[in-house]
């Protein structure tokens, strides 16, 4: 039904051929100086999460990073990919999730589980803060081989990724936005979602036209405060559709849904980007991972695993 995209045909075993149509459904709130996305990975966040080894409370935070990409990959005007990246010197040292402007989502993550468990065993809700520890986040937008990499980097401040998230772009981007993430383990698998809301400029529009500038400030604060009443249970519910969830958040904003963008299963890894990875390694270093000839050498991102004759690389 779904055919691979040409980015995903790269002589690999086949990735789950994984689409949410509805993935990202942005909104705007007509007349007023507020748009928004509601982001549903849906199973997607499921098949993605569940390709890795981690304990839940990481899983859980991977859910929200993909969530958070997906909906800010779904601003990218050209051909590109968004990615965030946290690294840190708590239990999970590093986590990364990245998103491309087709909504091809990936994540992947490191992480101490003995630490992890030592850090639960005192507070079993430990938050995204202590999991990462001190460290940084850093927003990174690519929008190809010829084009000018924008990284935006802050220290990580905050207890919940949501907070961390707002706070790189208050700081970083001058930018007023709101977000929420969630993602819990649901009957169905894992499930995660975000609801994110930005200010936006309305120079030329209705509303800078014809209403005082504290009319504008009024109206993303009604928007913020309407956001705030959303639950995880209402951001994951798969019964309950989003323009429904956005209608019922929104109804006395004029809420206006655009039109939605796919999320999908999107690694881009191929056995010539592994096999030059491992070009770069010495020639005895791979011999001590050959076994009965062959290197094996799995993808971090999605887990698959390409095996390659040890005659085959070079080594350096
Ligand atoms: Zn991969």
Redesign the pocket.
């Given at each position: 039904m779904i055919h691979t995209p040409a980015f995903l045909d790269t002589h690999r075993p086949d990735v789950p051929d994984l689409v949410v149509p509805q993935g990202v459904t942005p909104f705007y709130l007509a007349g007023r100086p507020v748009r928004g996305r509601l982001v549903r990975v849906g199973a997607l966040a499921d098949a993605l999460l569940t390709r890795h080894d981690h304990p839940d409370i990481v899983l859980r935070l991977a859910g929200e990073a993909l969530a958070l990409v997906g909906g800010l990959a779904s601003a990218l005007k050209f051909q590109g990919s968004f990615s965030v990246q946290a690294r840190g010197d708590g239990p999970v040292s590093s986590l990364v999730a990245d998103c491309t402007h087709a909504g091809a989502l990936?994540f992947h993550a490191r992480s101490d589980a003995a630490r992890i468990a030592e850090l639960a065993a005192t507070d079993p809700d430990v938050d995204a803060g202590r999991l990462l520890g001190a460290g940084y986040l850093a927003f990174t937008v690519d929008q190809g081989p010829d084009t000018d990499i924008h990284q935006g980097i802050v220290e990580i401040q905050g207890a919940s990724l949501s907070d961390m998230a707002a706070h790189y772009f208050q700081t970083s981007e001058q930018h007023a936005c709101w977000i929420r993430l969630a993602c819990v383990h649901t009957d169905a698998g894992w499930r995660a979602s975000a609801l994110l809301l930005e200010r936006i400029a309305t120079e030329g529009g209705i509303a800078a036209e014809h209403a005082p500038a504290g009319d504008e400030d009024d109206s993303w604060t009604t928007a913020v405060t309407l956001a705030e009443t959303v639950t995880d249970a209402e951001l994951t519910d798969e019964t309950l559709p989003p323009e429904d969830l956005l209608y019922r958040l929104f109804h006395a904003e004029d809420v206006c849904a655009d039109r939605p963008r796919a999320l999908a299963f999107g690694?881009?890894?191929s056995r010539a980007r592994l096999s030059g990875i491992l070009e770069t390694f010495s020639t005895d270093d791979l011999d001590h991972m050959t076994e009965g000839g062959t290197i094996s050498m799995s993808?971090e991102?999605?887990n698959?695993c390409f095996r390659f004759p040890r005659a085959e690389i070079g080594g350096a």
């Open positions: 990936r690694c881009r890894c993808c991102f999605c698959i």
